[in-house]
């Protein structure tokens, strides 16, 4: 399966109260179709997967892929503390027909040894043995085993291993995957602030959180890049750095679930523990994107009559903020 632009990892919308809100994702959908997207990747970290239950899983993933209707391809994440219940959804992920099936390795009781990741993830492709696997790398679930090991071994030992979500900032060890096997394997890149980076080194796709709201921005990256034009390319880069700067001083996946608000499709709140932006912050979000000059850049090209430069004293006032 040949990927080749930005797949965007979708939210689970939510109504008020934290309940899923379902209607509204024939209309995400139709959102990534319309901004020219490849995939989509469905109940990842920014779906939120972690704060929802398998049969909540199971539901977002069903409707995601309903409202497709196989007009892109569709990945899920079926990554669970519990390999048991990893199993679990990606047979489900198979009987709805997914494309694909993602996974991060375990997250309280993680694995001690590139032996037992494998181990994991031999174990979840079990439940979906004829689907794609995408080993899902991220510093967030605390994995920090060498990715080009991972792939070189996998392949033994795991028919449907079919390449990674690299989430890290490590571009020659992305590179290094990209050139495993002669390219065998389907490397998507997973830091959207650098996706010129992972272009320079022959990434054809990546899969990321801002996609949803900004893709315009990083399309522009690709088409420059890819047509020579590095300066256009390293324009649209910098104002993807300084749009995540802003999100990041915000508290992140709060902000980037607002910005489906922003931009006229409510996803609703984030779960606890993540505590969702009250309106007063959301207010102070838009405001700093106007600032920059956001809601121009995602103008088609052909009503695209200015861009806002990025101001190097408006990316030091919104110098992203880590904990």
């Known amino acids: 399966m040949k990927f080749n632009g930005l797949v965007p990892a979708v939210f689970t919308p939510m ?9 509204i994702i024939p209309a995400i959908v139709d959102h990534v179709l319309a901004n020219n997207c490849c995939g989509v990747y469905i109940c990842g970290s920014t779906g939120e997967a972690a704060s929802l239950t398998c049969q909540e899983r199971m539901l977002v993933a069903e409707h995601y892929i309903n409202a497709v209707k196989g007009r892109i391809p569709t990945i899920v994440n079926v990554g669970h503390d519990c390999l048991a219940d990893a199993q679990r959804l990606a ?20 694995c001690e ?27 967030r679930a605390g994995s920090s085993f060498d990715m080009y090991e991972f792939l070189k071994a996998g392949k033994e030992c795991i028919p449907s291993l079919a390449g990674i979500k ?21 490397m998507f890149f997973g830091t959207d602030p650098m996706l010129l980076s992972a272009l320079s080194v022959g990434s054809k796709a990546s899969i990321g959180t801002s996609f ?8 522009r990256v690709i088409s420059c890049y890819r047509r020579g034009d590095m300066s256009g390319a390293q324009k649209w ?12 001083k915000h508290r ?4 980037f679930k607002a910005m489906m608000k922003l931009i006229g499709l409510n996803c609703g709140p984030t779960r606890l523990p993540l505590v969702a932006l009250i309106d007063a912050e959301t207010a102070s979000l838009k405001q700093e994107l106007e600032e920059i000059g956001f809601f121009d850049w995602l103008e088609p090209d052909d009503k695209l009559h200015r861009v806002m430069e990025v101001k190097p004293e408006i990316i030091e006032q919104n110098r992203m903020v880590r904990g």
Request: hydrophobic share 40%; with cysteine.
């Open 113 to 139: 040894s590139l032996n037992a990741l494998l181990a994991c993830i031999k174990e979840i492709c079990r439940g979906a043995p004829d689907l794609p696997f995408i080993y899902y790398h991220t510093p």
């Open 237 to 248: 880069q910098g104002c993807s750095v300084a749009m995540t700067r802003i999100l990041f």
């Open 252 to 255: 992140g996946l709060p902000a």
């Open 15 to 23: 109504h008020a109260d934290g309940s899923l809100n379902l209607d």
């Open 166 to 186: 690299f989430s890290t900032t490590n571009i020659h060890e992305y590179q290094e995957c990209l050139l495993c096997q002669n390219g065998r394997f389907c």
């Open 212 to 219: 949803s709201f900004a893709a315009p921005v990083l399309n």
């Open 91 to 110: 047979t489900h992920a198979r009987d709805i027909k997914a494309d694909m099936i993602s996974a991060y390795q375990p997250n309280y009781f993680r």
